[in-house]
């Protein structure tokens, strides 16, 4: 089963500022409701091949899964994907400037 869902929010703050935030795995827990805990597999800084561990809640249960990075083009993109786990993921992040000086950024399908 392939589950698609798509969303996109302006944020207040420049591209740059919004990609490095979002794209520091030690910041997903304050911005990203789902995620309980977050954990470098890798060195840092962040690279393609960088793996990275997360516990989940989702639908009431909680999912430990490792996601490896495969694309990074800073402040445009980025995507992570798993073959392992409860179930394959993929997610990819684009950023892209928005009015008066905002970001644009969303989590497209597929």
């Known amino acids: ?7 996109e929010i302006l944020i207040a703050r420049p591209r740059a500022e919004v990609f490095a935030y979002d794209c520091d ?16 597999k890798s060195s840092k800084p962040l690279v393609i091949g960088s793996q990275l561990a997360f516990t989940a809640r989702f639908l009431g249960r909680s999912l430990s899964y490792t996601y490896e990075v495969v694309d990074l083009q800073p402040g445009a993109r980025f995507v992570m994907r798993t073959p392992e786990g409860p179930f ?18 969303s989590l497209p399908t597929g």
Do not use: C
């Not at 089963?1 to 969303?7: A, I, L, Y």
């Not at 795995?25 to 470098?40: E, G, K, L, M, V």
């Open 25 to 40: 795995p030690d910041n997903a827990t304050p911005w990203y409701a789902n995620i309980r805990s977050a954990q470098w």
């Open 88 to 105: 394959r993921m993929q997610t990819t992040y684009l950023w892209e400037d928005g009015p008066n000086g905002t970001t644009k950024m």
């Open 1 to 7: 089963m392939k589950v698609d869902v798509t969303s």
